[in-house]
């Protein structure tokens, strides 16, 4: 009998590369991965990724795609290509989890949150002619994950993508994480991790945890043993990862960090001062204060690990002098490289509900407008800036954060607080990427 054909879509923007501008900052489509290593085995499985190639017709009986927000428009257009030659299409990911009665109408399936519960469910409905409309799944407690088929990833990727935990309780205003995620952490057994990470063939790893170590005594403790787990099993890889600021409490298990590997954090530092910080609900950063920024860099670059620090324009308490502010701020820090966005209201955040009941979303035509909630262009209307003029002042902000001048200063100062040329090195082309991708990413 001749194998099934699965065919796995990773759409990109068609508007703006953002960060596929750059190879380092690509991230492998995992969830694809998973999906292809829990499909039963008399399927023959494929993956197109626009992260390198574009799309082009390739012959399947099933087609299943992924989307961000900001990709949802190119993963309708893909999918309606199939649809019109009969072919099924089921559609996951972020984007159709937050708004499936729109994505519906694009697609054949849907499935809502984790795919692992429901997945089998999906294909023996399909096999038998009874694909339903709309999979919820619900989240599991503990993350029984497979090894993604990382086999069927573009051999281009610098980075590996993996996945320790899922979820976080903070609840931010402008961030979807804790409705798709879940606000609870949880956690894949660190053996799962271990036996993972030991068969990634790249030297370069990124933890796409939303927060590595988490808040609780029982996340740090299993942070601690993942660290412990990697330094006894001798594995020699490089990792980045994203963390609170709380990542800076515990010497000891940032040691264990760089042990392990670890060269570079990210951190959502959002703003400076409390009113963007009480708009952004971050709050962790405002019961600490921004005057202890300096201070969590310090103790980070104490144990040979550089920070990315993550910023964001555009808050409705923003003026032109907060925005240069920050951009001022950021620059004195002490943070090694920045990852700048501007405000953006995503579907499933409290920001977007908000944005939506006060009639303010510049651009309504949805879907196709979905390409520009990508963190680079202003969407919200504001209440002192025409958007105009808060995509130049913004513009003006980062452009003196990523100046030539400040990359050379940055460098040498990296190499000083962390002693680490390996963080350094990171860090620098790090620095290179975002400033790129801002500067030099916003058309295609
Ligand atoms: S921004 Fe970070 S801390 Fe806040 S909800 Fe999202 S993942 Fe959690």
Redesign the pocket.
Known sequence: MKRKTLLLINPANQLRPGFHINRATRNQPLSLGIIAAITPPGWKIKIIDENFRDFKFYEADLVGLTAFTSTAPRAYEIAAIYREKGIKTVMGGIHASMVPEESMQFVDAVVQGEAEPVWAQVISDFESGTLKRLYKSPFAKEINQPKPRRDLFHPGYICAGLQTTRG?????S?????AFNGQHYRFRPVDDVLDELEEVPQKFVFFVD??IIGQSRESKERARQLFEGIIRRGIKKLWIS?S?INFADDEALLKLAYRSGCRMIFL?I?AESEDQLKE???K?NLSRGSNTYRQVFRKIHKHGIGVIA?FIFGWDSDTPDTIMQRARFAVNCGADSFQTSVLTPLPGTQLFEKIVSENRLIYTNFPNDWQRYDYFEPTIKHPVFSSENLYDSISKAIRHIFSPWNIILRNMKTLWNTRSFSATWILSLNYWHYRNIFLKGRKR
């Open positions: 976080c309780p903070m609840n931010c402008f961030c979807s994480v804790s939303d927060n994203q609170s959502g959002e952004a609900n971050k962790l993550g």
